[in-house]
C-alpha cells in the first residue's frame, strides 16, 4: 500500500473558490479519518503483539508465506485423504483442505466446514490451557473457499453430521495454516452453484426459501468458482469416465486411437459451417469432424480406428444443445459381411458405458440427477437393443398423430415423441434408428440394397435425443464421386481436399463404417440435465468465447 | 461405356478444304479401328463365355460386387485372423488380405503374397482336376493392394518362407474373391515407404540395390498408401501406445481426463505465434496450449488433470522438428510441499512408459529402429532419474568447452551435445534438467528461493532433445500480475483472456505444477528417427495443410 499524504489539501490553490475551499475542508476531513483510522489500527496491533507475546497456540495457527517461493516446506509431514478418515480414529492427522465455511460459536468455541475433493468434514477448535482463544478467533474467521493445511485428532462425532458428507468423525483441530487466502467477497457462492438452474429463459430468481437460483450466464462467467460445486464435480467425474469407458471398452477391441488433424487446407466437408482461419499467407479451416481422415486411416489398412478429439462448427445456432466446440468420440472400422457388424459394436459400447456408470459412477450419477429430479435411464431389460427402421419409427409417429412423409427428417419435437413412445413400447431409453432416408444424408454414404431411396446409415439415440449418427460408407473412388456429383448441394469430387479423399478409395478400400458420438451429449442426457453447456468445462457458443 | 459411334465422319462438311478431309479420312481410320477392335472384344468375349462354360471354378473367384450395395453377405462365413493360422493347420480357413505381389509361375501355377494387418503369408494356386487354369491366372495377375477375401487350406511349409513373417504355413487357395481391386498403377510403392527416407536434405535417390529412397514430400502427398508400410504400422501402433500408458498410469494416481478449449477469445499466452480465425463477427484465437485451463481447472479444486489433445503453433519453422498443429500431452496437479514431488510424477510417468514400450512394443521398436539403424534407448540403470540442476548443466559443457553465461539458454546443438555428456555420465539417454533461469521461463513460473534469477522449473529430454517443459506456477494472484508486468515482453494482467486466468488465483488456490508433453517427439526420440512428420498421420508445417 502507498504511503497516506495530505498532499492533496496542502497543494489547494491560494485564492480558493467556495467549491475549492469546501473540497479542501472535506480533503482535510478524510484525512484526519484517516490518520484516526491509522492510530487506531496501530494502537490494536501493538495490543494485538502484546498479546500474541501471552499467545500460547502463536506457532500453530496463521498465514504461511507462499509455499515455493521460500526454502521451507509447509507442514513437512505427510498429508491423509479425507475418504480413509476411519482409518485415523483417535490419531492426529495433516490434509489440506479448504473452507465451505468457518463460524465462532463464542469467544472460545468456533466450527468449521472444511472440504475435501467431494469430502466435507466438520471441525471444532475449542480454546484450553493448551489453545489460546486467538486462535479460536483466527480460526472462526478465516474467510470461505481459502486453502489451508489443518492438523487435528480424528474423533468419532457424538451424534451424525448432517450438514457434512462425513457423518461420523470430526477434526478437533490442533494446527490451522492458511495456505492460500480467499478474497472476499466472492462473485459467486459455491453453495449457489450447487442449486439448479432458473427454469429455461428466466433469469436469476429467488426459491421459495429465499436462495436465489443463479442463471447459467452467471455461472458461466463465473466459472473456475461455479466448476468447485459438487454437482460440477460430479458432472465432469462422470465425462472423464465415458472417455475412460469407451477407450476401454475398445482398446479390448483392437482399436487404435489416433490423432486427425484439425486444421484442413480446404472447407472439404461442405463450406457453410465452417471457421476459417489465417494460415500464413493463405485460409485454412478448422475440421468440422474427422470424418475424412478417419476413412483414409481405413484406406491406409488400419482396420479399427477411434479418435477423442475437439469438433468445430461454426453454426449460429443458440440451444440448449449445441455448442461450436465439443468433444467427438469417433470410431471408424472395417466390416466383413454386413455393416450391421459395425451396429452391434456401437450398441455394446454404449450398453458397456451405461451399465458401468450404473456401476462406478453411481453417487455421481444420483447426486447431479437429485438435483434436478432426472427419471433414472432405462436400459433394455431383454440386453437387445431396440433396432428401428426408419420406416417403422415413421409409422409409430403417424400412428401417434405425428404428419409426415416417407422419406422426411424428423424434427426434434418428432424426435424426442419417438423417443416416449419407444420407451413405452421397448421399455428403453436407448436405441436405434436403422436405414435413414438417403437423401437426408453426407454423399459418403452407403445406398441402401433394399430400396434405392433409403441408406446403410444409422443414428443412436438416448431419451429421445440423437447422440451417435453413423453408416456404412462408400468404399468405391467411382461410386463415391458419382454420389459426390448428384447430392444436394453437389460436391466436386475434384475439389481441394476432397479429392485426395477420393483417390485414397483406388487401391483396395475394404468395406467400412462407423459413427461419431458427442461426448457432452451422452454426458447431457446420461444426467437428465437441461443445458449442454453445464457439460462443457469453458463452453463456446456463438455468443461466448470466454473465460 | 458410351456406345462407339461414326458420327464424327459423317458429320464432315460438303465441300471439305484440304486440312478437314485429311482430318475425316483420320477420324475414319480411327472408327475402323475401333470397330475392329470391338470385333476382337467381342471374339474374346464369346471365347471366354465359352471357355467359362468349362471353367470348372468358375464360381470360387472373380470380382464380388461392392459389399453392402446388394443384399448379400459376401462369403457368408467367419473369418480368421491370420495371427491364429497354426492353430487351423490343415483346416480350411476364410480370410480378408490384400495383394502384397502376385505372380504367375506357369499356366498351371502362381504365387501370391498376401498380407493382413502386420501379417503376411505365402499362398499357392496350382490347377488340378478341381481346379481351372483359368483361375490360377486371375490369381496370378490380380493387382498388388487390391483387398480379398480367400478361402483355402492351412499347410505347414515345405521349408521355412522367408519372404513372409508367418514362415511356417502356407495357404492353399480353394476360393479367391476381390472384395475391392486396386487401380494400377499405385503412385508410390508400399515397398518403397518400408525403406529408409534418402539423408535431409537429399531428394529421392537410388540405393546400391537400384531401389529407390523416396523422398518425404513423395511420401506425405501419398500418405494414405505410405502409411500402409508395416514401418509406419508400428510408428502409430507406439503412438497409441504412449496415450495409452500415459491415461493407465495417471488415471491410476487420480488424475482426470479434460478437454479445455482450443477456440479462444484472445491471443492470451502472448500474440506472435497464434493462429487467428473468424468467429462469427469477430476474432477468436486457436490454443497454443492448455496452460492457462488446466490451471483454472486446478483453481477450480480438481486436484490433478491431464488432457491429451491438438496443440497449435503459428511458427514458421521449417525443422524436422516443428509442427504447426501438434499432440500434447498435458497434466497439471497440486502438490503438498514442494514442487518436486510434480518432477517425481513425471518421471516415474516416463519411466513407466518407456519399460512398457520395451516390453508391449518390443517387436514393433525393433523394427522401426532396425531400418534406421538407432541405438536402443538407454534407461538409468540405477533406477534414478539423472536431476541435474541448469546451473550443473551449465558447467558440464563448460567443461567440454561449449563458451556460455551462467542464465543463458541453451541452443539446440548445446542441448544435443549435453546428451552426449550426460548419457557418458549418467549412463541415460532420459533426464531432467532442474531450475531454469527465471529470465527465460513464461511468466507464470515461480521464482525460485535459492536464487532469484532461478526458478522452480524444469525440462525433460530424451537423446538430448526437449519432450516436456514443465514448472512449478504462480498460485498467488497479486505476483502473478506483478510478474506479468515486469516480463520481457511485458503481459498485462488486466487484458482481454488473462484477467480471468489472473482472477481464478484469488479464491485460494493450491501450490500446483505441471509439465506439458509432445507426444510426436516422444515417439521420434524413442524410435531415434529423422523427422518428426514421420510421427504425424498427416503432418502439418508452414508449407503443409493437405492431405
Sequence with gaps: MAEESNAPAAAAPAEPSKNALKKAQKEKEKAEKKAAAKARELAERQKKEAADSEDISKDNYGELPLTGSKDFKPTNTDRVDLSTIAEHEGKEVTFRCWVENARSQSAKLAFLNLRQGSNTVQAVVAASDKLSKQMVKFCGTVSTESTLAVTGLVKKAPEPIKSATIQDFEIHILKLFVEAKAEVPLPLQVDDAERPLPTEGEEEKAEADGRPLVSLNTRLNNRTLDLRAKINHAIFDIKDGVCQLFLEFLWKRKFKLFQTPKILGAASEGGANVFE??????????????????????????????????????????????????????????????????????????????????????????????????????????????????????????????????????????????????????????????????????????PSPLDPKLSNSYDLFMRGQEICSGAQRIHDAELLAKMMREHDPPIDPNGAGTKEYVDSFRYGAPPHGGGGFGLERIVQFWLGLPNIRMCSLFPRDPQRVTP
Tied chains: 1, 2.
Design 277 to 446: 482461419l489465417k494460415y500464413f499467407d493463405r485460409s485454412a479451416y478448422l475440421a468440422q469432424s474427422p470424418q475424412f481422415y478417419k476413412q483414409m486411416l481405413i484406406t491406409s489398412r488400419f482396420p479399427r480406428v477411434m479418435e477423442i478429439g475437439p469438433v468445430f462448427r461454426a453454426e449460429n445456432s443458440n440451444t440448449a444443445r449445441h455448442l461450436t466446440e465439443f468433444t467427438g468420440l469417433d470410431l471408424e472400422m472395417e466390416f466383413q459381411e454386413h455393416y450391421h457388424e459395425v451396429m452391434s459394436v456401437l450398441e455394446d459400447l454404449m450398453l458397456f458405458i451405461f451399465n458401468e456408470l450404473n456401476k462406478r459412477f453411481k453417487e455421481e450419477t444420483e447426486l447431479v440427477r437429485s438435483v434436478y429430479h432426472v427419471e433414472s435411464f432405462k436400459l433394455p431389460k431383454s440386453g437387445e437393443v431396440p433396432r428401428i427402421p426408419f420406416q417403422e419409427g415413421i409409422k409409430m409417429l403417424r400412428e401417434a398423430g405425428e404428419e409426415l412423409g416417407d422419406y422426411d427428417d424428423l424434427t426434434t419435437p418428432q424426435e424426442k415423441h419417438l423417443g416416449r413412445l419407444v420407451l413405452e413400447k421397448y421399455g428403453s431409453d436407448f436405441y436405434v434408428l436403422d436405414q435413414f432416408p438417403l437423401a437426408i444424408r453426407p454423399a459418403y454414404t452407403m
